[in-house]
């Protein structure tokens, strides 16, 4: 047990979906008590009764009221009314530790846990979440993006500390950009590598497995991108290969049309930014978004089904 967090806590967590599941069980496993959890939908109480034996589920007050350490893992938009009706309810006391994991919000959404004495955080795993055993080792892999007044990052440093991860210390005021570049980088991201997926499948009867294909290449492009920023771009575009996107954008239209326009968008992107280091001539980069926003590759798709195919197109 770190010295920050001087003893093991009594922890309750209000919404036992994939992130407060696993960060209470990762919790557990550090020394902490889970004395109870809440939860309404069946995958909740499934994802508990996993991860969580043996803690009873209970109404988030009676949660609220068991714990010297309270994490709320609600969804964003629930987050203030859920904070509002412990408040008032009288579950929240001095001394308390109130910990929200919105990666959106900051200290603003638990003012009325700290006008009621309680110590409150904003902590946010930099993380993607199955809401399985499998994430346990993420949680201690993870950065924290942690909002806390300055008596309070003590509490912080070793309840991160416990998790095994490191804090990234977020201002109040930069909490949202903070999360819009995790969830610029992470969510859009799966629907790039799900589109990518879906135009590889289109591509030739013998790619029965476009994952299997894609892994090596997507992995070594994330590593790179990664260590050396925009230094690590390849491709027609950086290339200036005008002819390339040009067939591209034919064969999409034609063949995946639900991935047309998120092509455009981010081949314009990898223009600009190829353009800025000077890896781009000028007058290159006008004559590829010069292509790229030609109508004439808004071909009527073929007679293929491309629409978001399900697993069993892709797989």
């Not at 407060?20 to 109870?36: P, S, T």
């Amino acid at each position: 047990m770190s010295s920050g967090m001087p003893c093991p806590r009594r922890v309750g967590v209000i919404g036992a979906g994939r992130v407060g599941a696993v960060v209470a069980a990762a919790l557990a496993a550090a020394g902490h008590e889970v004395v109870a959890a809440s939860g309404e939908s069946d995958a909740s109480r499934d994802r508990a009764a996993a991860l969580l034996p043996g803690v009873p589920l209970d109404k988030p007050s009676a949660v609220a009221r068991a714990a010297d350490l309270l994490l709320l893992t609600v969804p964003d938009d629930m987050l203030g009314n859920v904070v509002d009706v412990l408040t008032a309810s009288g579950a929240i006391r001095p001394g308390q530790v109130v910990v929200h994991t919105s990666g959106r919000h900051g200290l603003a959404a638990l003012e009325p846990a700290r006008l009621a004495g309680a110590r409150v955080v904003a902590l946010h795993p930099a993380m993607t979440f199955t809401g399985t055993a499998t994430d346990l080792p993420r949680v201690a892999a993870c950065a924290y993006g942690a909002t806390a007044a300055p008596a309070d990052r003590p509490v912080v440093e070793g309840l991160v500390a416990d998790l095994g991860g490191r804090v990234v210390w977020v201002p109040e005021e930069r909490r949202a950009l903070y999360h819009a570049a995790l969830a610029h980088g992470a969510n859009h991201l799966v629907t790039l590598v799900a589109e990518a997926r879906e135009i590889l499948a289109a591509s030739a009867d013998g790619v029965t497995d476009p994952a299997d294909v894609l892994r090596p290449l997507l992995e070594a492009a994330l590593d790179n991108a990664l260590r050396a920023g925009d230094a690590a771009l390849t491709g027609p575009v950086v290339r200036g290969d005008v002819g390339t996107v040009a067939t591209h954008l034919d064969e999409i239209g034609r063949e995946a049309p639900q991935a047309l326009a998120s092509y455009r968008t981010l081949a314009r992107a990898t223009v600009g930014r190829a353009a800025t280091d000077g890896r781009l001539l000028p007058i290159r980069a006008a004559r590829l978004l010069q292509e790229i926003d030609a109508p004439e590759h808004d071909a009527a798709p073929s007679g293929r089904d491309t629409t978001h195919p399900g697993p069993e197109a892709v797989r």
